[in-house]
Nanobody, 121 residues
Framework: QVQLVESGGGLVQPGGSLRLSCAAS????????MGWYRQAPGKQRELVAS???????NYTDSTKGRFTISRDNAKNTVYLQMNSLKPEDTAVYYC???????????????WGQGTQVTVSS
C-alpha cells in the first residue's frame, strides 16, 4: 500500500535553512508528478512546490527563489530545500502527488504524517 514518510523538519531561526525529505513506497514513484504541501494552524493545506516526471518545477510566489524541489527516482524520494526561512513558513509539510492526493484501497485520500517546520527566534 502507498506510504509517504516525510522527515527533516524542525525549529529554525528566521533566515535559516532546512531540507525536507519524503520517501515513497507502494507506488511507481517515477510516473507521478509530486508536490510539497503545507498546512499552517487554522489554514487550508496549500501546494507550495511541485516537480514533474521530467524534472520541471513550479513554485508559489511566496516560495519562489527560496525553496527548491528535487527528486531522486532511484531512491523514490522527493526533497524540498528551504532557504531564507520566514516565520510565515511555519507549518506542517507534506508530500503527495501534485494537485491530486494519492488514494488508498478504500478510495480515500492518503496523507503521511507530515513534518513540522517552525521558524522562530
Amino acid at each position: 500500500q502507498v506510504q509517504l514518510v516525510e522527515s527533516g523538519g524542525g525549529l529554525v531561526q528566521p533566515g535559516g535553512s532546512l531540507r525536507l525529505s519524503c520517501a515513497a513506497s507502494g507506488i511507481i514513484f517515477s510516473i507521478y508528478s509530486m508536490g510539497w504541501y503545507r498546512q499552517a494552524p487554522g489554514k487550508q493545506r496549500e501546494l507550495v512546490a511541485s516537480i514533474t516526471t521530467s524534472g520541471s518545477t513550479n513554485y508559489t510566489d511566496s516560495t519562489k527563489g527560496r525553496f527548491t524541489i528535487s527528486r531522486d527516482n532511484a531512491k523514490n524520494t522527493v526533497y524540498l530545500q528551504m532557504n531564507s526561512l520566514k516565520p510565515e513558513d511555519t507549518a506542517v509539510y507534506y508530500c503527495n502527488r501534485k494537485n491530486r492526493p494519492l488514494l488508498i484501497a478504500t478510495g480515500k485520500a492518503y496523507w503521511g504524517q507530515g513534518t513540522q517546520v517552525t521558524v522562530s527566534s
